[in-house]
């Protein structure tokens, strides 16, 4: 899990690698907020649940069906200073267990409700379509993935980690400002890279042109 997936040169590391270690330690930091903070609310329970759980699938997901992007673009590989930068960088979600941690406010029902809801919508959508293109892709890669979660929206997977950060900032604390910090690095990190870049790589098929005609980015029948 903890290993990349191809040669790498020496003191050299990819993005897949930083990101897998980095979701490690979701389960702890989570967990060592509530103790430092003494915050064993349902508030906190539940981003430790859900905040911690949500970094164990992307581990595993790592070892079974892992987006090879990450692994194998040349892109995505750093010298150590730049791999420390990268970690940091995506630190910005550890705002969601500390906002949580420091919020002595005890989460409603309806917000209990809608974010369990929208995390557990927001991982099916997020994992299923992740496992559905590695797969694809391993048996048949010359073929634009376009039916199951393709056929939905063009980037599931984003559309799933935004369900699941909605969900993180109905527990954070909707009302607080710092919540919205994460959701607003996600945007920048889908809308203006993440998703031009996919998109640009499947512009090679001669049917891209008529699924994205059809199919929404995001949201469906919407955006």
Known sequence: MFTEKRDVETGKYTL?????????TWTPITLLLSF????????????????????VLWVLKSK????????????????????IISYLSISVYYLFPYITATNKQEISLFDTYLSTFLYSLGVFF??????????????????LISDGFFSI??????SGEFLIWFGFILISGKEKALSYV???????????????????????YDEFNSW??????LIPFIY
Not at 64 to 83: G, I, P, R, W
Not at 126 to 143: I, V
Not at 153 to 158: E, L
């Open 16 to 24: 897949g690698l930083i990101l897998s270690i980095h979701k490690f």
């Open 182 to 204: 994460p959701l607003i690095w996600l945007i920048l990190a889908t809308l203006l890279s993440g998703m031009p870049e996919k998109e640009r790589s499947l512009k090679k």
């Open 64 to 83: 079974y069906f892992y987006d090879k992007n990450f692994y194998t673009n040349k892109k995505y590989e750093y010298d150590l200073k730049n791999a």
């Open 36 to 55: 430092i903070y003494s915050n064993y609310s349902q508030r906190m329970m539940i981003m430790n649940g859900l905040f911690g759980s949500y970094g």
């Open 126 to 143: 997020h994992y299923g379509s992740d496992a559905q293109k590695y797969y694809t892709l391993k048996y048949n890669p010359n073929k």
């Open 212 to 217: 994205k005609e059809n199919t929404k980015a």
């Open 153 to 158: 929206v063009r980037h599931p997977n984003y």
